[in-house]
Nanobody, 126 residues
Framework: QVQLVESGGGSVQAGGSLRLSCSAS?????????MGWFRQAPGKEREGVAA????????NYADSVKGRFTISRDIAKYTIYLQMNSLKPEDTAMYYC??????????????????WGQGTQVTVSS
């Protein structure tokens, strides 16, 4: 069964940190070469936040999170992480994990179909 499960969301004050985790099922992991994080705030379109190739290489970040967020992976655990530092109120959103076969750049633009988690809420207060 293909499955992605996110965890680690919560509420934090501006300037704080959170670490999100996304555990993928073996089937999802095996049929994908890219994984990443997306977010959607109320009334806004979903946007790609960060993505990486499961096999390695430089990750890609949205300009709005560069220098503050770090995406990483643990291949043995079929898991990716998103370390979020210096959080801002505008980072408030539902964060989703995704896995897909294709480019991390196209994937972050939503161009490649794949598997999605149910999301985890991140709320940053000022």
């Amino acid at each position: 069964q293909v499955q992605l499960v996110e965890s680690g969301g919560g509420s934090v004050q501006a300037g704080g940190s959170l670490r999100l985790s996304c555990s993928a099922s073996r089937d999802a992991y095996a049929s994908s070469n890219s994984m990443g994080w997306f977010r959607q705030a109320p009334g806004k379109e979903r946007e790609g936040v960060a993505a990486l190739y499961i096999g390695g290489g430089s990750p890609n970040y949205a300009d709005s999170v560069k220098g503050r967020f770090t995406i990483s992976r643990d291949i043995a655990k079929y898991t990716i992480y998103l370390q979020m530092n210096s959080l801002k109120p505008e980072d408030t959103a539902m964060y989703y994990c995704a896995a897909w076969q294709g480019s991390i750049y196209r994937g972050m633009m939503g161009a490649d179909d794949g598997y999605w988690g149910q999301g985890t809420q991140v709320t940053v207060s000022s």
